[in-house]
Nanobody, 114 residues
Framework: QVQLVESGGGLVQAGGSLRLSCAAS????????MAWFRQAPGKEREFVAS????????AYADSVKGRFTISRDIAKNTMYLQMNSLKPEDTAVYYC???????WGQGTQVTVSS
């Protein structure tokens, strides 16, 4: 069983930065693609970014391109999301997802004030 634990959320002013982490644990953790999603109040969960675990190939939603950077540390089984130039519309609960197993983390709240 895979466990995913997010951290790094918080309250930040518009234009600020945050770095989210997603630590994966479980016997012999192995995957192909990991991703970040987010869900704002009253809205559906939406894709933010993904990364292939071995090759590091990335993909981003248009709304975050140029502002967010996804990365991973294979040795630490940890994925990151560096979020810069944050906007109030980035306010949401951010979840990490193992695309292979389907497991989700518990989410971390990001709130951007104007």
């Amino acid at each position: 069983q895979v466990q995913l634990v997010e951290s790094g959320g918080g309250l930040v002013q518009a234009g600020g930065s945050l770095r989210l982490s997603c630590a994966a644990s479980g016997r012999a953790f192995s995957t192909y693609v990991m991703a970040w999603f987010r869900q704002a109040p009253g809205k559906e969960r939406e894709f933010v970014a993904s990364i292939t675990w071995s090759g590091g190939t990335t993909a981003y939603a248009d709304s975050v391109k140029g502002r967010f950077t996804i990365s991973r540390d294979i040795a630490k089984n940890t994925m990151y999301l560096q979020m810069n130039s944050l906007k109030p519309e980035d306010t949401a609960v951010y979840y990490c997802n193992d695309r292979n197993s389907g497991y989700w983390g518990q989410g971390t709240q990001v709130t951007v004030s104007s």
